[in-house]
């Protein structure tokens, strides 16, 4: 079976520019997660979506991140203009139901110089 | 935010040694979950938890569910080389929304051969 499929694995660009992140979650999974990990604060949950409805984003850093799931098998997460201090692994995650474990991608490796 | 106190911070051990770590919260908790991460990947599911007090095995691993339904913990027994990555407790707090899990700091684990 496919899991979490994310693009890119990994992201180099200069701060600026405009980075989008792509997930493809689990066939028939209706929630879908992205959360950031960093050394520092590890993994922090952004936004997260139920049958591609963003339920809750209080934890999107600031107006410069924005998710959409425009269908059920395909979410992005965008940072205009990034910034050096957004260079993290952004993960995506989803799951089946209620209280059903999360299945997670390998992630994207984000470096902003 | 609701945080998870998850410890030791890192474990270094021989191979072969039985290996025990565990996170508490100040908050009631439904689920507990426990993924392990390895380097470039995302976390991967280990054990699944939904019930005070209970008890599961996976292979080697065992995980409680603790009975104030405030902590839990995960022990592995007689480790090998490949157990070494980083482990993550997780869980959702009684009456959050539907699957939105909060992380432990993680556990990084080093065994020597």
């Known amino acids: 079976d496919a899991g979490v499929i994310q693009s890119p694995r990994h992201e180099v660009t200069e701060m600026g520019q405009e980075v989008t992140l792509r997930c493809k979650p689990i066939s028939g999974h209706d929630y879908l997660f992205w959360y950031r990990q960093t050394m520092m604060r590890g993994l922090e949950l952004l936004i997260y979506f139920n049958n591609n409805v963003p339920i809750d984003d209080s934890g999107m850093p600031e107006d410069r991140f924005s998710a959409k799931m425009p269908n059920a098998s395909f979410s992005t997460l965008k940072i205009q203009p990034s910034e050096p201090r957004d260079s993290a692994v952004y993960f995506c995650?989803?799951?089946?139901?209620?209280?059903?474990?999360?299945?997670f991608g390998d992630g994207t490796r984000l470096s902003i110089l | 935010g609701q945080q998870l106190n998850q410890s030791p911070q890192s474990m270094f051990i021989q191979e072969g040694e039985d290996v025990s770590m565990n996170c508490t919260s100040s908050s009631i908790f439904n689920t507990w979950l426990w993924y392990k991460q390895d380097p470039g990947e995302g976390p991967v599911l280990l054990i699944a938890?939904?019930?005070?007090?209970e008890l599961t095995s996976n292979g080697r691993l065992t995980a409680q569910f603790g009975i104030t339904r405030k902590d839990s913990f995960l022990n592995i027994s007689a480790s090998i080389p490949s157990d070494v990555g980083i482990y993550f407790c997780?869980?959702?707090?009684?009456?959050?929304?539907?699957?939105?899990?909060?992380f432990g700091q993680g556990t990084i684990l080093t065994v020597h051969p």
């Open positions: 938890l939904y019930k005070a007090g």
């Open positions: 995650a989803s799951t089946q139901g209620r209280n059903q474990p999360q299945h």
């Open positions: 997780a869980g959702s707090i009684r009456g959050t929304s539907y699957g939105k899990l909060t």
